[in-house]
C-alpha cells in the first residue's frame, strides 16, 4: 500500500505520519513497517547522545496502523478513530534510529463504534513492544 493510499486511510500527516508502508490485511489483522530514520524529530531530544524511539512513539505507530485497519469502517460514518484506551503496555527491546519495525494489530472484539484490539512491535523478528488498546470513531467537528 503507497503513502498515498494510507493517507488516504487515515488523518495523520507528516511529521506524525509513522506507517511507511502496508504489508499484508485481512479483515480482522495488519501488519505495517515503519522505518525510523536518524532525522526523526524526536530523537533530539530523546536522547541526544543515546537516541531511542520514545515508548509513545511505538504506541501511536502501532495505532495507525490499528487506524488503517479500521479505516473501512471509519469511512462509513466520516469519523475519525481515536483511542480511548490502553492497556497492559510491555517494552521489551529498544528502538534505535535506523531500525525497521514491524507492526502487527489484530482487532479482537467490535461493539456498536468501538473496536477492541491487540498490538504488537518487533524489531527483527524480536519483540519490541505489545499492548492491547481500544478506540472509538469520534464525528470531527467543524473548526
Same mark, same amino acid.
Given at each position: 500500500?503507497?503513502?498515498? $493510499?494510507?493517507?488516504?486511510? $487515515? #488523518?495523520?500527516?507528516?511529521?506524525?505520519?509513522?506507517?511507511? *508502508?502496508?504489508?499484508?490485511?485481512? *479483515?480482522?489483522?495488519?501488519?505495517?513497517?515503519?522505518?525510523? =530514520?536518524?532525522?526523526?524529530? @524526536?530523537?533530539?531530544?530523546?536522547? #541526544?547522545?543515546?537516541?531511542?524511539?520514545?515508548?509513545? $512513539?511505538? %504506541?501511536?505507530?502501532?495505532?495507525?496502523?490499528?487506524?488503517?485497519?479500521?479505516?473501512? @469502517?471509519?469511512? *462509513?460514518?466520516?469519523?475519525?478513530?481515536?483511542?480511548?484506551?490502553?492497556?497492559?503496555?510491555?517494552?521489551?527491546?529498544?528502538?534505535? #534510529?535506523?531500525?525497521? $519495525? *514491524?507492526?502487527?494489530?489484530?482487532?479482537?472484539?467490535?461493539?456498536?463504534?468501538? @473496536? @477492541?484490539? =491487540?498490538?504488537?512491535?518487533?524489531?527483527?523478528?524480536?519483540?519490541?513492544?505489545?499492548?492491547?488498546?481500544? %478506540? =472509538?470513531?469520534?464525528?470531527?467537528?467543524?473548526?
Amino acid at each position: 500500500m503507497t503513502k498515498v $493510499i494510507i493517507e488516504d486511510a $487515515i #488523518p495523520h500527516r507528516g511529521p506524525m505520519l509513522l506507517v511507511d *508502508e502496508v504489508v499484508e490485511q485481512t *479483515e480482522d489483522q495488519i501488519i505495517c513497517r515503519k522505518t525510523f =530514520t536518524p532525522e526523526e524529530y @524526536f530523537f533530539q531530544g530523546h536522547y #541526544p547522545d543515546y537516541p531511542l524511539v520514545p515508548g509513545v $512513539i511505538l %504506541c501511536e505507530a502501532t495505532m495507525q496502523a490499528g487506524a488503517i485497519l479500521l479505516s473501512k @469502517f471509519v469511512t *462509513e460514518g466520516g469519523g475519525v478513530p481515536v483511542a480511548t484506551r490502553l492497556n497492559d503496555v510491555k517494552f521489551k527491546k529498544m528502538v534505535r #534510529p535506523g531500525d525497521l $519495525i *514491524e507492526m502487527t494489530v489484530k482487532l479482537n472484539e467490535r461493539m456498536a463504534d468501538a @473496536f @477492541f484490539m =491487540t498490538g504488537k512491535v518487533t524489531v527483527g523478528g524480536k519483540l519490541a513492544m505489545r499492548f492491547d488498546f481500544a %478506540c =472509538t470513531v469520534a464525528q470531527m467537528e467543524e473548526s
